[in-house]
């Protein structure tokens, strides 16, 4: 059975070899539209899985209090859109006295600069380190790990210490490898000591998550004195069942805190890291069904072509079909081989479209510095679709060459 189907799959090849110009073009009909399907789900793909854990990096179990929600709303033509007021420190210092729901914790933070030079010594970084004032919650809160030293304690954040935690790209352009804990750094002419690096967490469409400086909020303040800076709240709650709960606190108590009546809308936004996630692969979720509908289109375009080259290939062997006949070949044997013809230029249409959808899904992670992984779900998809295009499309052809008349094959030129 093995040598009769490698038999089959060596007349295939041969016949592929000696219409080398028509299959070619079969091929990569066929592999255009297994590279739409591949190249875009891969490079959705990439997106999800960046988007995904710049979300997830809130935290378990949190919410987050911020300026806007996280929506896209459409205006009627004339009517303007709401802006919120920004949430200032007076906000965030009176949430925080005032919400005690049980089995929470609260994290405070505001980005003082995006552009800070950052010295040691003689060395100095590019003015492009973003500092962060913050509490003590603040890592646990938004799931940021301690690779060496440790986190800020509440003595730290109430005494106002002069300490500060750096991202990991400072091990490499600030200390060339030396160990930074406990050595001096400044900004502005401010002296901090290091007391913890940061797990690396790479970037974030452009924005490097491992050049950050975390110091306290209030030293923090001291230096940057914008006005009107946007506080963030994170608040993490213990037990998820409660979540519910507490969110609901939080809601109420900040409508107290802005004094809102129970008429009017809120003017701030509440998020959970979920709900984001949630929204994200329902976007990408469109994007992928444009994907399928693409590839099958180009794909079904690709059937017919392949159909096509079939039906040419059974009417130029039409003489070599009747001398196997007549040798004593079955209906079901040239059937056979007419359909692994078919199935081979398919799998090679395939094999050509995976590999220019997952390179062009690489290509397009490198370049916008998303998370590539394989997408493995695609690739098998395209590997089932081509075979049961190459299936469909050879049935008419492996049909008709297995009903030729033997005797009208041998008088065929």
């Known amino acids: 059975m093995f040598s009769l189907f490698r038999e089959n799959v060596r007349i295939a090849l041969d016949s592929i070899k000696g219409q080398l110009l028509r299959t070619i073009l079969t091929i990569v009909i066929i592999g255009i ?13 990439a997106l999800e899985n960046t988007i995904s854990t710049n979300f997830a990096s809130m935290g378990a179990n949190t919410f987050n209090i911020q300026r806007y929600q996280f929506t896209v709303q459409t205006r009627n033509s004339g009517e303007r859109e709401k802006i919120n007021p920004i949430i200032s420190y007076n906000n965030v210092r009176e949430f925080i006295n005032t919400y005690d729901f049980p089995m929470t914790k609260t994290s405070l933070s505001f980005r003082g600069t995006s552009n800070a030079e950052v ?10 380190v973003q500092v962060y004032g913050v509490n003590e919650h603040y890592l646990e809160n938004t799931g940021t790990e301690i690779d060496s030293g440790r986190n800020f304690t509440v003595f730290d954040i109430t005494n106002n210490n002069k300490v500060c935690i750096l991202g990991s790209d400072f091990m490499k352009n600030l200390f060339k490898n030396e160990n ?6 400044s900004i502005r002419g401010v002296r901090f000591k290091v007391i913890g690096i940061l797990e690396s967490k790479g970037s974030t469409f452009g924005n490097n998550q491992d050049l950050k400086m975390l110091i306290p909020v209030q030293v923090a303040r001291g230096i940057y004195t914008e006005p009107n800076i946007n506080y963030n709240i994170s608040v993490k709650v213990s037990d998820k069942q409660m979540m ?9 108590t900040f409508r107290n805190i802005r004094g809102l009546n129970p008429l009017e809308d809120n003017d701030f936004g509440i998020e959970r890291s979920d709900d984001l996630i949630n929204r994200i692969t329902s976007i990408t979720g469109y994007l992928s069904v444009a994907a399928w509908i693409i590839s099958i289109i180009t794909i079904l375009g690709s059937s017919i072509a392949l159909m096509n080259i079939m039906l040419v290939s059974v009417s130029e062997r ?9 040798l004593g070949a079955k209906r079901a044997t040239i059937s056979t081989q007419f359909f692994i013809e078919t199935i081979v230029i398919g799998q090679f249409g395939s094999i050509l479209g995976i590999i220019l959808g997952v390179l062009t899904g690489f290509a397009f992670a490198k370049i916008f510095e ?16 081509t075979f049961i295009v190459a299936v469909i499309a050879g049935s008419y052809p492996a049909a008709k060459a297995a009903r030729l008349d033997p005797i009208e094959s041998l008088r065929h030129e």
């Open 33 to 45: 539209g297994i590279w739409a399907l591949v190249g875009i789900l891969s490079a959705v793909k």
């Open 318 to 326: 039409t003489r070599e079909i009747g001398v196997r006949k007549a």
């Open 244 to 252: 519910e709960a507490a969110q609901d606190e939080a809601i109420i």
């Open 119 to 128: 010295k040691y010594g003689s060395e100095k970084t590019d003015p492009e």
């Open 370 to 385: 998303f998370d590539f992984s394989l997408p493995w779900a695609a690739m098998i998809w395209a590997t089932i679709i």
């Open 180 to 185: 930074p804990l406990n050595k001096t750094v």
